[in-house]
């Protein structure tokens, strides 16, 4: 740990809350241009956070303190995630706090709170966006724990930082059937668990289709900001855990000075940039899925990633 | 630590027997005036549960470093064969389990009974702490003679306090559906121990322990405790009488069973495969892990299509009592291979979940019997919106509730992660098949958390928010302050065993000192684990849980200083239509349908639909087990058909059994001449 440590463990949190609404704005503005519509601004969502923070929250009658903390756990937990991912650099100290099954822990609890204040209220959306939401969570948050244990198997530990020094420190570039594995499973699991066609879709408000959405349709104001906030910091983090996994290029080892954590920021928004165009991109070409569909979807992520699991046992003995 | 160990060292066994006897003098004071509740319930319990808590202290002590095993030979039993008592860091950690979660019950309990429930409380009193003597009995024996005889008292004791309310037909049949699986499980355990003793007709554990067995009936003597072990805990496919006994029985009682009495199961396991069999060939192990996770996963499953709040518990136990034998399993298929520390994490990852699910599993169950109290419903599809009327039992019930769905920094999700880091270390198990094999075994530990997640969400979704399902659920009231007091302590356990889980595992380390000969690498603080090595994996409960609250509190405090708490209260939006009626919401069938839909196969399903010309259109759905259907009703035809043949020679008339007589002897005489 060098003395930069604090500094850029509390700098990776500020800078993750901070560009997570401009990866939405960029992916936003990539899907435009690909279906030819007039592309928003790429500030649009700081607009939106600004606009619904200055509301007054409507609240529903029967609302209980549990609706009214949800979005605060929400965000909690998602900015403490954005914490242990190496997204800037390997040298986190609070990464030994909390390693990738936390991180999925983490997520799971963000879910169970979100599902459990969509229940609050009582509404017909509300019900049914949390038991949508479930089902799709309990599927994908165990593919997601074994794409990582992909990782794990590959680098004997499930602390991010050392997966990312163990892919640094290999000589030159080895291929590893495993991880191609994985790496499908994860983005399946990435357009699930994020509300992204085919199994959800963000921009929607259609009944029958929405899953996300209906769940937080009771939120208003600065409650629905931070709902929206830790939705896209989410997002933020799947993408920093794919590149932690898949391409952790760039990304500053623990003896890095200020400039090669400058030289990693700019790294890391290339990444983000492509990553977004090409989540853009998956999403204009693929039809949204009927909602029965999705756990033939995610049986298969979770599949592959075991498959993944398997072919690096298998190659290994 | 050491010092009270020190000072404690001779007097533990004798303390902890005291105390055993002053729960059977607490329960026999309760027939003094067996219908005064004042008395029985709000003297006598609390009584109770000061006793529970000497016991966790002494089992506490007993798990201190260089705590010899203390054992003593009782002045009664059989003329020649007097109870011997053995009190060691596997005992004392399962008095711990015992103590703590049952002073939390028992006050509880103080606060729940009251009269015109079926027994009269006196007796209740009497069942209810023979039942909790007789478990820390059975933890205690140190021979076969006192382990059976605490286990059938067991048994029977927890058999009466199943059948409370014994007019109710359906109670009846769950309880003697328990008594018949109590005793199949008893009888295995039985024979079990008469191949233990090797053939020296020594019944006490000292000798069993040194007794050689050859493989074969080693192995005999491991599948007799599986099975009879995991009749009481609720392995499948033996776990048929669980989702009946534990909704029939008084919250208190439920929780005691599925809380304490199953861990019990578990202690006996641990005692018969690691202590006196000195585990075995790698098979057993993998036998128990895959029983294990097959248990998990079928009890998750079942667990979700549940429209019983107490039915869903009960499977919901099954699933954890799962997930405890697959780390068990898992254990004793690393110490096969004499991977101790890889042995000696699995275990601790068994022993904490087992922990843990003492807890949070009592505390769900007292939390339903307070529901219960309050609004006569055990069916979720008439629950609801409890939040606003009984917002304590609703807030403690909710730490549970992330306690059980795994989630950090809560208790659950350290176990998981334990049992998760055991099995990713699985690969380095030196056999070319099982290191493949076993790693899969975290695919179906992962599914099974998940599934537990979803359990949850349905459980305190429908039951404490949405809107009231029914009118008269306006006038529910919250717990009293007895049964507050009792969840609150249960709710503190699992918060503190979340955020000092490298406590816990503490006391677990005595255990796998005894059982094993290792213990797993201490975490730098009480708070901060690292099993295996720090760059391996480490989980530090504080921390995140400081982490966590300080970003809430910074958010909080940020939103409201640069803008506004203002809060407007508006009606719900309700898609356009006049009224949002609580019939709109989803009902418990509805929130499992989806699991119905992918596990199709795990289920037996009966469906009536509604026709198209039907008057008054109904749908009835009834979800099944195919063991029931496939493997009990078909043996308990076959010991009908059986009893019937049998029955013919019975005939009632004198003349016939004359004749038996007369045949009788002349079979006799024909032996003789």
Redesign the interface.
């Known amino acids: 740990m060098n003395a930069l440590a604090p500094v850029s463990q509390l700098g990776g949190v500020v800078l993750a809350v901070a560009l997570a609404p401009l990866l939405a704005g960029w992916v936003a503005q990539c899907r435009a241009w690909l279906q030819s519509r007039s592309a928003p601004s790429l500030l649009l969502p700081y607009r939106t956070l600004r606009k619904l923070?200055?509301k007054?929250?409507?609240?529903?009658?029967?609302a209980?303190p549990?609706f009214r903390a949800t979005p605060?756990?929400v965000?909690?937990?998602m900015?403490?995630a954005a914490?242990i991912i190496p997204s800037v650099t390997t040298d986190l100290p609070?990464a030994?706090?909390?390693?990738a099954?936390?991180l999925v822990?983490?997520f799971?609890?963000a879910?169970?709170f979100i599902?459990?204040a969509a229940?609050?209220?009582?509404?017909?959306?509300?019900?049914?966006g949390?038991?949508?939401e479930?089902?799709i969570?309990?599927?994908a948050?165990?593919a997601l724990?074994?794409v990582l244990?992909n990782a794990?198997?590959m680098f004997?530990?499930?602390?991010l930082p050392?997966i990312v020094k163990g892919t640094l420190d290999a000589d030159g570039l080895t291929l590893h059937p495993s991880l191609a594995f994985a790496g499908v499973a994860f983005v399946m699991v990435l357009l699930a668990e994020n509300a992204r066609i085919p199994i959800d879709n963000p921009g929607t408000h259609l009944e029958v289709t929405m899953i996300h959405e209906s769940m937080v349709?009771?939120y208003s104001a600065?409650h629905l900001a931070?709902i929206e906030w830790a939705s896209w910091l989410k997002l933020f983090n799947y993408a920093c855990i794919g590149f932690t996994l898949f391409v952790p290029w760039g990304i500053a080892p623990h003896t890095a000075g200020p400039s090669g954590l400058l030289l990693a920021i700019v790294w890391l928004l290339v990444k983000l940039a492509v990553a977004g165009a090409v989540l853009a991109v998956i999403e204009t070409v693929s039809a949204k899925l009927r909602i029965?569909r999705a756990?033939e979807f995610l049986s298969m992520a979770?599949l592959l990633a075991?498959l993944g699991?398997?072919v690096h046992?298998?190659l290994?003995? | 630590m050491h010092g009270v160990s020190a000072l404690t060292a001779t007097t533990t066994l004798t303390a902890l027997l005291g105390l055993v006897a002053s729960w059977l003098l607490i329960g026999a004071l309760g027939l003094v005036q067996s219908n005064r509740i004042g008395w029985v319930a709000r003297t006598l319990f609390p009584l109770g549960a000061l006793v529970a808590l000497g016991v966790a202290g002494m089992g506490a002590v007993s798990l201190g470093t260089g705590f010899a095993a203390q054992t003593s030979v009782l002045a009664f039993g059989l003329p020649d064969m007097p109870f011997h008592v053995r009190l060691d860091a596997l005992s004392g950690f399962f008095l711990l389990l015992l103590g703590t979660a049952g002073a939390g019950i028992s006050i509880f309990a103080a606060g729940y009974f009251r009269h015109g429930e079926g027994t009269a409380p006196g007796l209740l009193c009497l069942q209810y702490h023979v039942f909790l003597a007789s478990m820390a009995l059975v933890v205690l024996a140190d021979d076969a003679y006192l382990f059976m005889v605490a286990w059938e008292t067991m048994a029977l004791s927890s058999y009466f306090l199943v059948t409370t309310q014994h007019r109710i037909p359906e109670i009846q049949r769950a309880g003697f559906l328990y008594l018949l699986m109590a005793h199949v499980g008893a009888l295995a355990l039985l024979l079990c121990f008469g191949v233990l003793h090797g053939g020296s007709w020594l019944m006490t554990f000292d000798s069993m322990r040194a007794a050689t067995l050859s493989p074969a009936w080693a192995a005999a003597a491991f599948l007799l405790a599986l099975f009879g072990f995991g009749a009481k805990a609720g392995l499948v496919p033996l776990h048929v009488w669980l989702p009946e006994a534990h909704p029939a029985a008084p919250s208190p009682v439920s929780a005691m069973m599925s809380g304490l009495m199953l861990k019990v199961a578990v202690y006996g396991m641990l005692r018969i495969s690691f202590d006196l069999l000195h585990a075995g060939p790698w098979w057993w192990g993998m036998l128990t892990l895959t029983v294990g996770l097959v248990t998990a996963l079928f009890g998750a499953v079942f667990a979700a299509v549940q429209t019983d709040m107490k039915r869903l518990l009960a499977y919901s136990s099954i699933e954890n009592i799962g997930l405890i034998f697959a780390a068990l399993g898992l254990a004793l298929l690393c110490y096969a291979f004499d991977m101790r520390l890889l042995a000696a994490l699995a275990l601790a990852a068994a022993l904490l979940h087992a922990l843990n699910h003492a807890l949070f599993k009592s505390l769900l169950f007292l939390a339903t019997g307070s529901v219960l109290h309050a609004t006569r419903e055990r069916s979720l599809g008439k629950l609801?919106?409890l939040?606003?009327r009984m917002p304590w039992v609703a807030t403690l019930a909710?730490v549970g509730t992330?306690s059980l769905?795994?989630?950090?920094p809560l208790n659950g999700?350290v176990s998981e992660?334990l049992l998760?880091?055991a099995f990713?270390s699985t690969?380095s198990i030196p056999h070319?098949f099982i290191?493949?094999i076993v790693?899969?075994g975290?695919?179906v530990v992962?599914?099974t958390?998940?599934?537990a997640?979803?359990v949850?969400?349905?459980f305190?979704?429908?039951i404490f928010?949405?809107?009231p399902r029914e009118p008269s659920l306006m006038q529910a009231h919250d717990a009293g302050w007895l049964e507050r007091v009792g969840l609150a302590w249960l709710a503190l356990g699992c918060i503190l065993i979340g955020v000092f889980p490298q406590a816990a595992l503490d006391a677990i380390a005595g255990v796998t000192q005894t059982l094993l000969g290792t213990v797993i690498q201490r975490g730098p603080a009480p708070w901060w684990i690292a099993p295996v090595a720090?760059?391996?994996?480490?989980?530090?409960g504080l921390?995140?849980l400081l982490?966590?609250?300080g970003?809430?509190a910074m958010?909080?405090v940020l939103?409201r200083r640069?803008?506004?708490g203002?809060?407007?209260?508006?009606?719900?939006?309700?898609?356009g239509y006049p009224e949002?009626t609580?019939r709109?919401?989803?009902t418990a069938e509805?929130?499992g349908?989806?699991?119905r839909?992918?596990f199709g196969p795990f289920f037996r399903i009966e469906r009536e639909l509604p026709a198209a010309d039907d008057q008054f259109p109904h749908y009835r759905i009834q979800i099944d087990d195919h063991f029931w259907h496939g493997l009990y009703l078909p043996l308990a035809r076959i010991v009908g058909w059986l009893a019937d043949a049998l029955s013919m020679l019975q005939r009632g008339r004198l003349a016939i059994y004359l004749m038996y007589s007369f045949l009788t002897l002349i079979v006799l005489l024909v032996f003789v001449l």
């Open positions: 923070f200055r007054d929250a409507a609240l529903a009658t029967q209980s549990l605060y756990a965000f909690g937990a900015a403490t914490a609070l030994r706090v909390a390693d099954i936390a822990g983490l799971a609890t879910r169970m599902a459990l229940m609050d209220i009582g509404t017909v959306f509300g019900s049914m949390a038991r949508r479930m089902m969570g309990f599927l948050e165990p724990l074994m244990f794990f198997l004997g530990s499930t602390a050392t349709l009771e600065r931070l029965f756990p979770f075991v699991l398997l046992l298998l290994q003995s | 609801g919106g939040i606003r909710l992330l769905a795994g989630l950090p999700f992660w998760l880091q990713l690969p070319a290191n493949m790693p899969l975290a695919a992962a599914l958390a998940a599934l997640g979803y949850m969400v349905k305190y979704g429908v928010l949405g809107q720090q760059a391996q994996a480490s989980y530090n921390w995140l982490g966590m609250a970003v809430i958010m909080f939103v640069m803008y506004h203002r809060v407007r209260r508006v009606p719900p939006w309700n898609c949002l609580p709109m919401q989803d509805g929130f349908q989806p699991i839909h992918m």
